[in-house]
């Protein structure tokens, strides 16, 4: 079983289907209004856990409803929370999603996550040690990131950074990691690119590994200098929230199997998670993962 250890963000989702995006100023009438568990570490900890890893999650929620709601729901699906801090006075973080036209937009209001502190990971040394690999994203606060990334490398493990959302890191940190889960968009903002550099070349100028997803049309990483294109599955999309933490959870819990097999299945269970509404609504567990690709090969 792998062990994983996944440091992030705990949001309530409050998602809105409506039939199209409003412009700026226009208000338009939505189809339908669902609150669920979200935020990305909390994703990636949730696809982990389905997939059959053992799971800590490091974050922290607010003193409010919602905290306990979300503390609940993530019990339910295994992921051990001796590392998630309650925070007084804080609401838990909330994510304001639109979902319409095949794709989503989204407000973070960051909450208790920007409670997360350096001496709290520092707490989860004795997880660190016993875990396979790490996962870290970026809706907490950038020196919490590189907390992560220092404690990794002390403790001999390797850290997944999934730049999400994207900012400009220093060349110091992303050399941390021992691989890099980005978008395109979200590697050139990394990066200090331009937007429309092309993305195998900012690929081979990364400072660490990357792994470059590409929604539907699936991933790209390099192998001895070459890069290699694992394509997407096709599938019919209801929600495309939560894709990227499914892709980072299957590439965590299966990187032990090689780099290929590890984009392959994170490319299958990211195609699965979209088929049902919500970010963790569609995340597969491991014996609907192994049967649709069984049915795919
Ligand atoms: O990656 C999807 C997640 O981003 C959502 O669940 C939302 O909470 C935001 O953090």
Redesign the pocket.
């Known amino acids: 079983m792998t062990r994983v250890v996944v440091v992030g ?1 705990i ?3 409050l998602v809105t289907l409506a039939p199209r995006f409003p412009a700026p100023g226009e208000t338009i009438l939505g189809e339908r209004f669902l609150t ?5 570490g ?2 990636q900890a949730v696809a982990a856990a389905r997939l059959g890893a053992e799971v800590t999650l490091v974050g922290a929620v607010g003193d409010d409803a919602f905290g306990e709601q979300l503390r609940e729901g993530l019990a339910r699906e295994n992921v051990q929370l001796e590392h998630v801090a309650r925070i007084a006075d804080s609401s838990s ?3 304001s ?1 639109t979902v319409a036209e095949g794709d989503n937009n ?1 407000v ?1 209001v960051p909450g208790a996550n920007a409670h997360v502190t350096p001496a709290q990971i520092e707490g989860a040394r004795l997880a660190f040690d016993h875990a396979d690999v790490i996962l870290v994203q970026m ?1 907490i606060p950038p020196e919490s990131v590189e907390a992560t990334l220092r404690l990794g490398q002390r403790v001999g493990k390797p850290v997944i950074l999934n730049p ?1 959302p994207a900012r400009k890191l220093p060349v110091e940190w992303l050399k941390l990691a021992r691989y890099l889960t980005p978008n395109q968009h979200e590697l050139a903002i990394l990066l200090g690119a331009d937007a429309d550099e092309n993305f195998h070349s900012l690929m081979r100028r990364s400072p660490a590994p990357v792994v470059l997803t590409r929604g539907g049309d699936g991933a790209w990483f390099r192998e001895e200098g070459e890069p290699v294109h694992q394509a997407g599955f096709k599938v019919d999309v209801a929600d495309t ?5 499914t892709f980072n959870a299957a590439f965590a819990v299966f990187l032990h199997e090689g780099l290929p097999t590890a984009a392959r299945k994170a490319c299958a269970a990211a195609a699965l998670s979209v088929t049902r509404l919500g ?2 609504g569609g995340m597969p567990t491991r014996g609907e993962l192994d049967a649709f690709l069984t049915a795919r090969a």
């Open positions: 963000s949001n309530m989702d669920v568990h979200g935020g990305k909390a994703n973080g909330t994510a999603i989204i973070v809706e999400a929230t939560g894709a990227g933490d970010a963790q």
